[in-house]
C-alpha cells in the first residue's frame, strides 16, 4: 500500500507483531547457535540446551511440567496431533471410539473431527450451545457413555470471544476417565491458563497469537495421557512430534511467554475498558447491531458484532478502504457469503448470521483507535446496506 | 482485475488520472474434477482465477498501489451463469452464457459489491465505449463500440441499461489493442497475453460435450437426423451436442450421402431431431428477438433500419428492427444470415451506437 491513508490494526485474534524482547531472543538462534538440538556434538548441545530451557518457560507458564510440553508447527497442528493421538491411542487400546465436541470449534478441531468421523469410524457428538456460544458442562456429563475416549472443548471462541466453563468440564471428564482436550490459541496474552486448575489434558497454544513468531505452536500432553504420535520419523519431542525442532520458534515461544505474563495484568483490564467502549459506541450509533457472544464473560480484548443484512466480508472490505483491519472471526475461506456456522449454532438468524464482525484489541491499540472505529463502522455498514439492497 | 493486460491497464489508467482505485477479482465457479493423474486439479478449472492469475492480478494491484480482494462468486455464478446455461442446451438452443455473466455477475453481484466499498465507478477492461449526451434536464448514456474494430467487444455488453452505464467505466475501449500494449509497457506492467481462447470459462479444457453430460446426465438423447424432406437420413446423438450450419460430425448413413455437403438447419425439439440441408438451404432474414433489451431504456416508436450481428464474431449486416407489442422484436435482414442460432444474441447497431439485442429465439 502506498496510500497515506492512517490504517488501524485491530485483528490481534488473528496475529500479533512480535515483541522486540522476542526478536531478540530468536536472533542468536537464526545465526550462531544454529546446531539441530539432535546432534551429539557441542553445537548440538547449545540448541538443546535452549530447546530445553524453553520447554521449561513455557510449561511452567502454564502450570506444566516442561517434560509434558511438545513444539509443534502451529496452533493447527498442535490440536491435529492432540485429537488424532487420542482417539488412535484410544483405539488401539480398545476403549471405545465416542467423540464429544461442539459445533462452536475451531476449524483446526471441526475438521479434524470430521475427519475421524468420516474416514476413521469414530463417532462425534456435538453438544448444543446457548446463545452466547457456551456449552452446558451438564450436557457434557450426560453425553458420556461407557466408549467415551475424548472432549474436545475450546477454551475461547475464536469468532465471538465466549471463555468455556472449562474447569468444570475437565473436572467431570476426569471424574469419568476421559480425556480432555482444549484448543486454547486465543488466551495467553490476556488470562492465565493454568492446567492444572482447569483439569485438561492436551491443550493448544500458538506462539503467533501471543507476540511471538508465526510457524511455532505448543501441545501440552498431561503425562499419562494416551497418545499416538500422527507425525512419525524420529524420535524428536519425546516422541511425540517427529521432525527437528524449530529452535528459534521456540526460544520465542519462551520469550513470547514470559512477555505476556508480564503484560497480561496490566493489559487485560486495559484493554476490556476499550472493548467496552468500541462496544458502547457501535450499538449506539448502528442500527440493527447486536453483540455476539456473551456480554461479559468473553475474551478481555475481544468485541464481536452481528449486523442485520449485512455480508460480513464485503463489510471487511468497505473497513479496509478506510484502513481499518479486522475480521468477521471465521476462517472463512470456502466460498460466497455463506452465514457462520458458529452464528447460526448459537441460533442466530441467518440474516443476521451473513454479518459477523470481530474487532480484536492488542497491546498497542489506543484509545483514538477505537474513537476512528467508532466514527468510521456506523458509515461503512449503512453502505453496504444501501448498495446490496439495491439491485 | 484478471491479470491480464486489459484489465490491469483499465486500473493503471485510472490511477494515473487520479481515481482511488480499488481492484477486485471474481472466483467464479468450476467443475470440481476428481483428483487422479492427469486432472487437471480443482483449482484450475476456471481459467479467469486460477491460482496463478490471482498471484499476477494481486502483484498488479500491488505495483500500482491498490488494495486488492478476490471475492467469491462461485455459488451465484453456478445460478446465475451455468444452470441457465445447461438448461438452455436442453431446449434445443445454443446459449452464450457471457449475457448473464455480464448482467446478473459483473453489472450485478460485483456492481452490488463495489457500490458497497464506496464506489462510484465499476471499471472493467471491455473493448467498448460510453458517451454521455445531455439534453434538456435528461441524461443519456450510449453504449459505443470500442475503437478498436477488430478488439470490439460490445456486443457482449448489449445487456446493459441506462443505470448499469451511469455507473461503468470502459477505459480501454478508447483504444486499440496495440495502444493498450504499448501503454502496459509504459506502465511496467506484464503484458504477456493470458492464453486466448474460444472456450467458455467454466469449460475444463473445452469440452462442453462432456461437461454437459457430467453436470447434466440424461440431457442428450440420440434421435435422428432428418432432411427436409423429412426423411430419416442418419442418428444424432443428442440435440445439445449441434448447432445451427455445424457440418463436421454428423452421423449419415453412406447410402443417404450426399453429393452437397450437408449443414444443420434446424434442432427439433418436439421431435427430437437434427434437421440437415444443403449450403443453399441454410441461412434466414428472419429473425425473432423475444424480450429485447433496448439501451436507451426504451424501444423505437416503430421500425428502424439498423444493423445487427447474430453472432459475436459474425459479420455486421443491414436489418430492419421493428418492435413487436409485448417487448419482443422482429429483425429483417437484407440479406440471408447463415448462422443464426436459437440462443444466441442478436445486437442492433446503429454506427457505432449499441441500440440493444436479445436472445434469438426464432431463424424464420
Known amino acids: 500500500m502506498t496510500s497515506a491513508k492512517r490504517r488501524v490494526y485491530l485483528d490481534y485474534s488473528a496475529t500479533t507483531p512480535v515483541a522486540p524482547e522476542v526478536v531478540q531472543a530468536i536472533t542468536p538462534f537464526l545465526s550462531e547457535t544454529y546446531g539441530n538440538p539432535a546432534s ?29 510440553i511438545v513444539f509443534t508447527g502451529c496452533g493447527t497442528e498442535s490440536d491435529n496431533l492432540a485429537l488424532r493421538g487420542a482417539a488412535f491411542a484410544a483405539r488401539q487400546q480398545g476403549r471405545g471410539s465416542h467423540i464429544i465436541s461442539t459445533p462452536t470449534e475451531h476449524h483446526a478441531v471441526e475438521a479434524t473431527l470430521h475427519q475421524l468421523q468420516d474416514l476413521f469410524g469414530f463417532e462425534v457428538t456435538l453438544l448444543p450451545v446457548d446463545g452466547c456460544g457456551r456449552v452446558d458442562p451438564d450436557d457434557v456429563r450426560r453425553a458420556i457413555r461407557p466408549d467415551t475416549i475424548l472432549v474436545s472443548v475450546m477454551m475461547a471462541n475464536n469468532e465471538v470471544g465466549t471463555l468455556a466453563p472449562v474447569a468444570e468440564i475437565g473436572r467431570i471428564c476426569h471424574e469419568r476417565g476421559v480425556v480432555f482436550h482444549t484448543d486454547a490459541v486465543q488466551c495467553p496474552a490476556y488470562l492465565t491458563i493454568d492446567v492444572e486448575e482447569m483439569n485438561v489434558d492436551l491443550l493448544a497454544l500458538s506462539s503467533h497469537k501471543f507476540y511471538g513468531p508465526k510457524g511455532i505452536g505448543v501441545l ?58 468500541l462496544i458502547d459506541g457501535i450499538l449506539a450509533s ?15 480484548h475481544h468485541a464481536s458484532f452481528v449486523f442485520k443484512s449485512v455480508d460480513g466480508e464485503t463489510l471487511l472490505m468497505a473497513l479496509d478502504v478506510e484502513g481499518i483491519a479486522v475480521s468477521t472471526g471465521s476462517a472463512c475461506t470456502s466460498g460466497d457469503p455463506e452465514p457462520s456456522p458458529v452464528l447460526l449454532a448459537m441460533g442466530v438468524p441467518r440474516e443476521w448470521a451473513l454479518g459477523g464482525l470481530r474487532v480484536s484489541l492488542g497491546y498497542h491499540t489506543t484509545e483514538e483507535e477505537i474513537d476512528y472505529v467508532i466514527e468510521r463502522l456506523p458509515r461503512c455498514v449503512e453502505q453496504v446496506r444501501r448498495a446490496t439492497s439495491d439491485l | 482485475m484478471s491479470g491480464g493486460v486489459d484489465s490491469s491497464v483499465a486500473a493503471a489508467l ?29 483449482e484450475n478449472a476456471n481459467r479467469c482465477c486460477a491460482p496463478e492469475a490471482v498471484a499476477d492480478a494481486r502483484a498488479i494491484a500491488r505495483q500500482l498501489g491498490i488494495p486488492f480482494y478476490d471475492i467469491h462468486a462461485e455459488s451465484v455464478f453456478k445460478e446465475k451463469v451455468v ?14 452464457p457471457c449475457f448473464n455473466c455480464n448482467r446478473s455477475i459483473r453489472f450485478g453481484f460485483l456492481m452490488q459489491r463495489a457500490l458497497a466499498l464506496g464506489a462510484d465507478f465499476l471499471a472493467t477492461g471491455h473493448y467498448a465505449r460510453i458517451a454521455i449526451t445531455r439534453e434538456d434536464a435528461t441524461t443519456r448514456y450510449r453504449l459505443l463500440k470500442g475503437v478498436d474494430a477488430k478488439k470490439d467487444q460490445s456486443y457482449v455488453l448489449h445487456v446493459l441499461g441506462q443505470r448499469d452505464l451511469a455507473r461503468a467505466m470502459f477505459p480501454c475501449g478508447d483504444f486499440t489493442k496495440q495502444q493498450v500494449r504499448e501503454m502496459a509497457r509504459r506502465f511496467g506492467l506484464p503484458t504477456a497475453e493470458r492464453a486466448e481462447s474460444q472456450d467458455l470459462c467454466f469449460l475444463t479444457e473445452g469440452d462442453y460435450r462432456g461437461f454437459l453430460l457430467r453436470q447434466a446426465p440424461g440431457i442428450a438423447t440420440p434421435g435422428p437426423i432428418l432432411n427436409t424432406r ?16 455445424q457440418r463436421r460430425g454428423l452421423n449419415i448413413a453412406p447410402q443417404n450421402a450426399h453429393a452437397e455437403a450437408l449443414y444443420v438447419l434446424k434442432l427439433d425439439a418436439a421431435q427430437n431431431a437434427v434437421i440437415v440441408g444443403t449450403a443453399d438451404e441454410l441461412g434466414t432474414r428472419q429473425i425473432l428477438v423475444r424480450r429485447m433489451h433496448y439501451v436507451s431504456g426504451a424501444p423505437p416508436a416503430g421500425p428502424i433500419r439498423c444493423s445487427a450481428k447474430v453472432r459475436y464474431k459474425a459479420r455486421e449486416a443491414a436489418c430492419t428492427l421493428a418492435p413487436l407489442p409485448g417487448g419482443d422484436a422482429q429483425i429483417t435482414f437484407d440479406e440471408a444470415q447463415r448462422d443464426a442460432t436459437p440462443g444466441q444474441g442478436l ?6 451506437d449499441v441500440l440493444g439485442g436479445g436472445v434469438i429465439a426464432r431463424n424464420a
Open chain 2, 347 to 352: 445486437v442492433a447497431y446503429d454506427g457505432d
Open chain 1, 286 to 300: 448502528v442500527p440493527d447491531a447486536r453483540v455476539s457472544g456473551h456480554p461479559q464473560d468473553r475474551l478481555p
Open chain 2, 230 to 245: 423429412g426423411e430419416v437420413i442418419g442418428r444424432h446423438e443428442g440435440l445439445p451436442f449441434y448447432t445451427i450450419g
Open chain 1, 220 to 277: 501440552y500432553i498431561r503425562d499419562g495421557t494416551p497418545y499416538i504420535s500422527m507425525q512419525t520419523g524420529g524420535g524428536h519431542e519425546r516422541g511425540r512430534r517427529a521432525g527437528t525442532v524449530n529452535v528459534p520458534g521456540a526460544v520465542g515461544t519462551a520469550a513470547a511467554i514470559k512477555y505476556v505474563a508480564a503484560q497480561r495484568e496490566a493489559q487485560a483490564p486495559r484493554l476490556r475498558h476499550l472493548r467496552d467502549r
Open chain 2, 14 to 42: 485510472l490511477v494515473e488520472r487520479g481515481y482511488e482505485v480499488i481492484g477486485i477479482m471474481l472466483r467464479l465457479w468450476a467443475e470440481q474434477m476428481p483428483a487422479g493423474p492427469g486432472s487437471p486439479g480443482k
Open chain 2, 83 to 96: 444452470d441457465p446455461w445447461i438448461k438452455a442446451y436442453g431446449e434445443a438452443t445454443t446459449p452464450n
Open chain 1, 40 to 68: 551429539l556434538h557441542s553445537y548440538g548441545r547449545d540448541a538443546a540446551a535452549a530447546l530445553d530451557e524453553a520447554h521449561q518457560v513455557v510449561g511452567c507458564a502454564i502450570g506444566a511440567r516442561a517434560s509434558e
